[in-house]
């Protein structure tokens, strides 16, 4: 079973970064990116990446990088993008990470980005397959709003999916979003605009989420104690650790046997 000190120790770790960020807002950015699915791919290539969406949380500004957009700029019509793809994927990306370099110092937030499956790291491979040169973010900066809001409000706090079901309990609409078979399904049938919004629409869920989690309105399942972390093995834990604690305990536990037999 996890610690509950551990658990405590995430939950003041999450909401540390939180408070920073809530205090930095000009200087933070939500993204987001759609690509083609990640599973059933038997040689194990990585899926290929379709579009990218930062958004400023304080301005809502948007910055996009998208295939559709980029075959556009280079006069590639809809029905040459298959054969022009890796071209297109890898000026898309070029596109997004010169304008990550001029935020390197921003704090960027996500949800589940953490691996070659689907994440920062998986952009990077990418660009690089493409021959191209990634701008590798500082993990400092680097915010999974997902895995935050399990620290802070424990793994319960809401069903899954988790974004749909946490969508669906603060009355969320899911207008122009596509869930993870939706955006592979739009993938395969070249709908890359729909791909576009889609993207678009999770930064800004994303963005209003960040929003009710800083201001405390975030509805969620979570009781009390699992919010403010308060568990009543915290106190064994703490005492077990700190072995002075657990010898005073020990020695007011014999007094308290003496003084029960003797008086």
Same mark, same amino acid.
């Given at each position: 079973?996890?610690?509950?000190?551990?658990?405590?120790?995430?939950? +003041?770790?999450?909401?540390?970064?939180? #408070?920073?960020?809530?205090?930095?807002?000009?200087?933070?950015?939500? &993204?987001?990116?759609? @690509?083609?699915? $990640?599973?059933? /791919?038997?040689?194990?290539?990585?899926? /290929?990446?379709?579009?990218?969406?930062?958004?400023?949380?304080?301005?809502?500004?948007?910055?996009?990088?998208?295939?559709?957009?980029?075959?556009?700029?280079?006069?590639?019509?809809?029905?040459?993008? =298959?054969?022009?793809?890796?071209?297109?994927?890898?000026?898309?990306?070029? !596109?997004?990470?010169?304008?990550?370099?001029?935020?390197?110092?921003? #704090?960027?937030?996500?949800?589940?980005?953490?691996?070659?499956?689907?994440? $920062?790291?998986?952009?990077?491979? /990418? @660009?690089?397959? *493409?021959?191209?040169?990634?701008?590798?973010?500082? !993990?400092?900066?680097? $915010? #999974? *709003?997902? %895995?935050?809001?399990?620290?802070? $409000?424990?793994?319960?706090?809401?069903?899954?999916?988790?974004?749909?079901?946490?969508?669906?309990?603060?009355?969320?609409?899911? %207008? =122009?979003?596509?869930?993870?078979?939706?955006?592979?399904?739009?993938?395969?049938?070249?709908?890359?605009?729909?791909?576009?919004?889609?993207?678009? /629409?999770? &930064? =800004?869920?994303?963005?209003?989420?960040?929003?009710? &989690?800083?201001?405390?309105?975030? +509805?969620?399942?979570?009781?009390?104690?699992?919010?403010?972390?308060?568990?009543?093995?915290?106190?064994?834990?703490?005492?077990?650790?700190?072995?002075?604690?657990?010898?005073?305990?020990?020695?007011?536990?014999?007094?308290?046997?003496?003084?029960?037999?003797?008086?």
């Amino acid at each position: 079973m996890p610690s509950e000190l551990k658990k405590l120790e995430r939950r +003041k770790k999450a909401q540390k970064h939180l #408070d920073e960020i809530s205090g930095r807002e000009e200087h933070v950015l939500v &993204v987001h990116y759609s @690509c083609e699915s $990640f599973y059933d /791919r038997p040689e194990g290539q990585t899926p /290929r990446v379709t579009s990218i969406a930062a958004r400023n949380y304080a301005s809502g500004q948007t910055a996009s990088f998208s295939i559709h957009k980029i075959a556009e700029l280079k006069g590639v019509p809809f029905a040459d993008i =298959d054969s022009e793809y890796d071209k297109l994927e890898k000026d898309m990306l070029k !596109e997004f990470y010169e304008f990550m370099d001029k935020h390197k110092s921003y #704090d960027w937030v996500h949800w589940n980005m953490r691996d070659i499956n689907y994440g $920062f790291p998986a952009l990077e491979h /990418r @660009c690089r397959v *493409l021959k191209g040169k990634p701008v590798e973010l500082d !993990e400092s900066r680097k $915010f #999974d *709003l997902s %895995r935050a809001l399990v620290s802070i $409000f424990g793994n319960k706090y809401i069903g899954h999916p988790r974004l749909v079901q946490l969508m669906e309990a603060n009355h969320i609409t899911a %207008r =122009d979003l596509l869930d993870g078979p939706g955006e592979a399904a739009a993938f395969e049938n070249k709908e890359f605009v729909k791909l576009h919004q889609s993207t678009l /629409r999770k &930064v =800004d869920v994303l963005a209003n989420i960040l929003g009710r &989690v800083i201001d405390g309105s975030i +509805k969620t399942n979570a009781t009390w104690r699992d919010k403010h972390g308060i568990h009543p093995k915290i106190i064994l834990e703490f005492i077990a650790k700190h072995w002075a604690l657990s010898l005073l305990a020990s020695v007011v536990g014999i007094g308290s046997g003496i003084y029960s037999v003797f008086f």
